[in-house]
């Protein structure tokens, strides 16, 4: 398949990386696909279609590490306090009981890597 | 920054959660201080519960602060007589009246989610400039939001809307709080600071509300907690 040529970067829109730690209640578990569908659906609900479609919302799986529970979410630079005040109103995975803690925010994962 | 957290409650009183369990939850989600806000039974009880307030203190290396909620007019007046004795007073809000006493009140620290289980905010422009006045915080409480959904929820958010574009224009301050009752509805800072940016407030004034207006009542306390002070604005020097 011909792939697009890709924007110069004074048109790509600007994104913000953030990244956060799940915190579950002592002896929990949850799986990602667990983590995945409780972030859309908070934010589909919240925000609605529109709302999250203006956010660029992308869970990165490949960063997720189920050790130790942290995962990096891409979002543009816009709209990081309307992602991040979303991930606060998820309490629950399933029957689970979480918290959420936000480690940083950076336009890039090397930086939020350094931090 | 200092983050803190003016508005967690206990199993002391009607929480779900342990003293130590919020201030280790606190710790760990950066915290430098929390108020437990318990209601008043008699003055043994808050004898007791700053005790322990003071040793989960010590062991687990977090401010906190012991605060009381007054759910109507006589335990107002009954917790200002007890003023210097304990570090926050803060009000139920929710009944108009109430809400009225309490920025009416210099001694009140905080007038908690004046739009409780109303239709309307609960709040006006008479009653913020009495706040400014009187330097009484309005709270924005997170589990109000946390807790409820649809409708119900999408008219919390405009309710706490109109309340802080009113604190915004009238200079009121405003505190942002977890109003947890579990340590697991305790929120991260940066979690109430990106809401609060939902609710019209700029970036500053949200960081302000959970770090610079609990700062500023905490110093408020200490000074009336000092035998010098006698009234705002008036403490013996010599």
Known sequence: ?115 | MNYYDFHVRSDFSEGESSIEDFASRARLLGYKGICITEYFQSKEQMEELKKKCEEISEKIRIEIFVGFQARNTKEISKLISLRREYDVLLVKGGDLGLNRKAIETPEVDILLHPEFERRDSGFNHIMAKLAKENNVAVEVNFREILLSSKNTRSHIIHNISENVKLCKKFHVPIAICSGAISHLQMKDPKVLISMGTLFGLELKEAKKSVSEVPENIIKMSKERQNNKWIRPGVKVIK
């Open chain 1, 1 to 115: 398949m011909k792939k697009l040529k890709i924007l110069p970067p004074t048109l790509r829109e600007r994104k913000r990386y953030i990244a956060f730690q799940v915190i579950p209640e002592i002896d929990e578990d949850f799986t990602y696909s667990d983590l995945e569908a409780g972030i859309w659906n908070i934010m589909l609900d919240f925000l609605g279609e529109e709302g999250v479609s203006k956010t660029s919302m992308w869970l990165l799986k490949d960063t997720w590490n189920p050790r130790k529970g942290i995962g990096i979410i891409k979002c543009n630079h816009k709209s990081t306090e309307t992602v991040i005040s979303s991930l606060g109103l998820i309490d629950r995975l399933g029957d689970n009981r979480i918290c959420f803690k936000i480690l940083g925010i950076s336009g890039t994962i090397r930086g939020l890597k350094l931090k």
